[in-house]
């Protein structure tokens, strides 16, 4: 009898014999149940070395699958309040809608063609609540600070919550994409027009990955030489959209493996404005650890519900890596 219910069970169409794949399948759910992971990690470990010797051809896929990385038993429980924290973010994900729907109604005349993006932002508002909560260690004297680089499309969901903060007025918020005389905001992260604000420039070409991987390297190197203190301080890259198709965003990936960046944090999210579904194997062949998360039915990265759906190729929801 199966371990799994049937509707986890997916077997090829061209399957010669479901019962003995069926058999194989409930082997390893009771490797898992009794021995763990680990054992089971073991096993598929040497069934492959067994099939290279005897010059099986390999299964491969660029995709990986749309699941949870981690186990129920094995995620961290959130230290806030799940409540207070989710009716906040509710209010940042109104106000950053709100924000962008103003601004390209200022000025009718012309269009509305300001622009903006409400969906980036949506779609990671657990996990940037989860950051800038539990996560992130702004700059004191007991640490130097991590450092930030914000996926471009996300801005509006940041200045809603500095609004929220009271550190931007509504007024400011109304001229979002207006900032010429010097009263708005930016559209995306730029620190030499809002210096207190943004600490790396980034938008959708790729260049933001790219200077967070010789970031991290250079803290390194800073450790290393005694110049500077850095072996708290993490780099986080948040990126996704149509960024991760420039060949800048993962350009430098395998520098990261090669020279060890246990400081540098990727994240991907994939929330099917185009498809990264390639993306977790690209940094996994450079030997680099690719967790996944999804966050359809409001995960976060601190507090998360289990969810098993699987699909072939297209997803329905959002997967951060």
């Given at each position: ?89 509710a209010y940042m994900r109104w106000n950053a809608m709100a924000m962008v ?173 185009q498809d990264h579904s390639r993306a977790g194997k690209r940094i996994q ?23 098993r759906r699987r699909a072939a190729s297209h997803h329905d929801g959002n997967?951060?890596?």
């Open positions: 009898m199966s371990a799994l219910p049937d509707s986890l069970h997916t077997f090829a169409s061209n399957d010669s014999d479901s019962q003995e794949t069926r058999e194989w399948m409930d082997a390893l759910s009771a490797v898992i149940a009794t021995e763990g992971p680990e054992r089971a990690h073991f096993l598929l470990e040497q069934l492959l070395e067994h099939a290279r010797e005897n010059s099986i051809d390999m299964p491969f896929s660029a995709n990986t699958g749309y699941v949870n990385t981690l186990e129920p038993d094995q995620e961290e429980r959130c230290p806030g309040n799940i409540e207070i924290e989710e009716r906040l973010r729907v103003k601004a390209n109604r200022h000025n009718p005349a012309d269009g509305g063609d300001l622009g903006g993006h409400i969906g980036s932002f949506a779609s990671l508002a657990h996990m940037f609540g989860a950051g800038f909560n539990h996560f992130w260690h702004a700059e004191n004297e007991n640490h130097g600070g991590d450092l930030l680089y914000i996926q471009g499309h996300v801005s509006p969901g940041v200045y809603a919550r500095a609004y929220l903060e009271g550190r931007l007025t509504e007024e400011q918020l109304l001229n979002f994409r207006q900032e010429v005389d010097g009263k708005g905001l930016s559209s995306y992260p730029h620190p030499k027009l809002m210096p207190e604000f943004w600490q790396f420039p980034t938008v959708s070409m790729g260049l933001g990955p790219l200077m967070a991987i010789y970031q991290a390297r250079f803290l390194k190197y800073l450790h290393a030489r005694g110049i500077a203190n850095t072996e708290n301080r993490k780099v986080w890259v948040f990126c996704g959209d149509g960024e991760m198709d420039e060949v800048e965003s993962l350009g430098a990936i395998g520098l990261a493996a090669r020279e060890k960046l246990d400081n540098l944090i990727f994240v991907i999210n994939c929330n099917l404005q062949r450079c030997g680099l650890e690719c967790p996944e998360t999804d966050l359809g039915q409001q995960l976060g990265l601190a507090d998360c519900t289990r969810q997967r951060g890596r």
